[in-house]
Nanobody, 122 residues
Framework: QVPLVESGGGLVQAGGSLRLSCAAS????????MGWFRQAPGKEREFVAA????????FYADSVKGRFTISEDNAKNTVYLQMSNLKPEDTADYYC???????????????WSQGTQVIVSS
């Protein structure tokens, strides 16, 4: 198992945009359903978005639908999360992982990677 590496986080004003990236050498993302989770201070980790290897189908948490877009570049073994119209409640550490489960109950596999921090100011 090769650790995933997230990047692209930072500080942004409400209404702004960021693009997160997730990559790892030696891992072929196209063989898995990949996605993003996030954890805000004092809160449990929650599912954000996923992209399936079957038909490039995407899945989103209700809280980010219409604002976030997940995509992948198989040639680069990279998964992206384009975040637009960011809100202060999007502030969290964002983690990339293999995604398992079903609608309403998605989960990632241990061990978790380092994550990247997103802070959205009012």
């Amino acid at each position: 198992q090769v650790p995933l590496v997230e990047s692209g986080g930072g500080l942004v004003q409400a209404g702004g945009s960021l693009r997160l990236s997730c990559a790892a050498s030696g891992r072929t993302f196209s063989d898995y359903t990949m996605g993003w989770f996030r954890q805000a201070p004092g809160k449990e980790r929650e599912f954000v978005a996923a992209i399936s290897r079957i038909g490039s189908i995407t899945f989103y948490a209700d809280s980010v639908k219409g604002r976030f877009t997940i995509s992948e570049d198989n040639a680069k073994n990279t998964v992206y999360l384009q975040m637009s119209n960011l809100k202060p409640e999007d502030t969290a550490d964002y983690y990339c992982n293999v995604v398992r489960g079903h609608s309403g109950n998605y989960y990632g596999l241990d061990p978790w990677s380092q994550g990247t921090q997103v802070i959205v100011s009012s």
